[in-house]
């Protein structure tokens, strides 16, 4: 489809200094329409709300998906890449079959993507810090019956982020969840919807007050096993391997962590998918059998984990610090991202220089 673009006739200055996460956008944004079986009138406008009747499905039964994608910089030549595009275009995907919502071409997904990036390319921060793109679909159709809708908007919104933790790098203090799930086979653990983050909310709060940077997702049958974090993936770095629960109907399957599976396994140990039992993995910190702990997605990128809570009690994971593994991994990733890297150049994706934006 032919993007129409309208400027913005008041744009912003790109901003600098400290970004945050997720509160700065850029001047334009992309939208596109679902009615009567089909997409239509694919537009970059200027970046604002939009108007939305009351009755919207979306604001009644959550039918929503999302996705959460980068961009970086390249230090040495100033280009722009994503990491991974297709990934999470796929994935979105699986989101709107699993939500009942009707899928995006990859074709105009992507042609969206390389536009509206490139028309606000000088908004992509220097590296480390990076591009944010948040790919949304919200059912509009105004009707309060509980059934799927007729009529969907999707939209791209981006915009420059810093570190996702306050504070930057610095191992994180966890605890386990055993009250509350985020997902049980079924269910819509592994779509990217609002409501698996609405509902973790609460949990994640109280964690908080508590004192605890985030928390550990247990299984919903048992909370004996270890699935997953609160907005990301988390992995158990042993002597010989690295230990995470397997994707399923209840994990979101990540991009990064596909990415940090297969480094690991290049950099000689095992990428194992299992179930960590709770109870074990705290047991193996105390014993100095567990060396590393470390969260990784888009946002979090590869963070430390510096202490696991378990039943009321703290774990010291190591020496409390960022493990060797953990740093090298997270170097390794950067450096791919900005293009600096001879690693893995099928992930990256250059944004292309469009004369006609």
């Given at each position: ?9 008041n ?6 200094g400290?970004?945050?996460f997720?509160r700065?956008?850029t001047?334009?944004m ?13 537009r ?7 108007a939305?009747?009351?009755a919207?499905?979306v ?5 929503e998906i999302?996705e959460?994608?980068?961009a970086?910089?390249?230090s040495d030549d100033?280009?722009?890449?994503m990491?991974?595009?297709e990934?999470?275009i796929r994935r ?7 939500m009942?919502?009707p899928?995006?071409?990859e074709?105009?997904?992507m042609q969206a993507?390389?536009q509206l ?8 921060p220097?590296?480390?810090e990076?591009?944010?793109i948040r790919?949304?679909?919200i ?5 309060l019956?509980v059934?799927?809708?007729d009529?969907y908007?999707f939209y791209?919104i981006i915009g420059p982020?810093?570190s996702?933790?306050?504070g930057?790098?610095?191992?994180l ?6 009250r509350f799930v985020?997902?049980a ?10 409501g698996n983050?609405?509902?973790s909310?609460l949990?994640?709060k109280?964690a908080m007050d508590?004192?605890f940077d985030q928390i550990i997702?247990?299984d919903?049958?048992?909370r004996?096993?270890v699935?997953?974090?609160g907005a ?5 770095v042993?002597?010989d391997?690295?230990i995470?629960a ?6 979101l399957?990540?991009?990064?962590r596909?990415?940090?599976g297969?480094?690991v396994?290049?950099m000689?140990?095992?990428?194992v998918?299992?179930?960590p039992s709770?109870a074990?993995?705290c047991?193996?910190?105390v014993?100095?059998k567990?060396?590393e702990?470390?969260?990784?997605g888009?946002?979090?990128?590869v ?8 039943q009321g009690a703290d774990?010291?994971v190591?020496d409390g610090?960022?493990g ?7 170097e390794t990733l950067?450096?791919?991202h900005?293009g ?12 292309p ?5």
């Open positions: 489809m032919n993007i129409a673009v309208t400027r913005n006739s744009p912003q200055i790109p901003p600098t400290d970004y945050g997720g700065i956008f001047p334009h992309f939208i596109v329409d679902f009615a009567d079986g089909k997409w239509g009138d694919p970059i406008v200027p970046y604002g709300p939009f939305m009747d009351p919207a499905k604001l009644h039964y959550g039918q999302f959460g994608m980068k970086y910089k390249n100033g280009s722009v890449h990491f991974r595009p990934k999470n979105f995907n699986i989101s709107c079959d699993r009942c919502m899928r995006i071409d074709d105009l997904f993507l390389n990036i490139d028309l606000d390319r000088d908004w992509v220097e590296s480390p990076a591009l944010y790919p949304t679909l059912a509009t159709q105004p009707n019956g059934q799927a809708a009529q908007t791209i982020v810093g996702y933790f306050a930057g790098i610095k191992p203090r966890l605890r386990a969840e055993e985020r997902a086979p079924g269910g819509t653990g592994y779509a990217k919807t609002g983050y609405a509902g909310l949990a994640i109280q508590d004192g997702w247990l919903a049958k048992e004996k096993y699935e997953e974090m990301m993936n988390i992995a158990f042993y002597e391997k690295v995470t397997p994707t399923g109907d209840t994990i399957d990540g991009v990064t596909d990415s940090v297969i480094l396994n290049e000689g140990r095992n990428w998918e299992e179930h709770i074990q993995v047991a193996d910190a014993s100095g567990l060396k702990v470390f969260a990784c888009t946002a979090a990128v963070t430390p984990v510096g202490v696991l809570n378990f774990h010291q190591g610090a960022e060797v593994l953990t740093r090298e991994l997270r950067c450096g791919i900005d600096n890297s001879e690693l893995h150049p099928e992930w990256i994706h250059k944004v220089v469009l004369e006609n934006v």
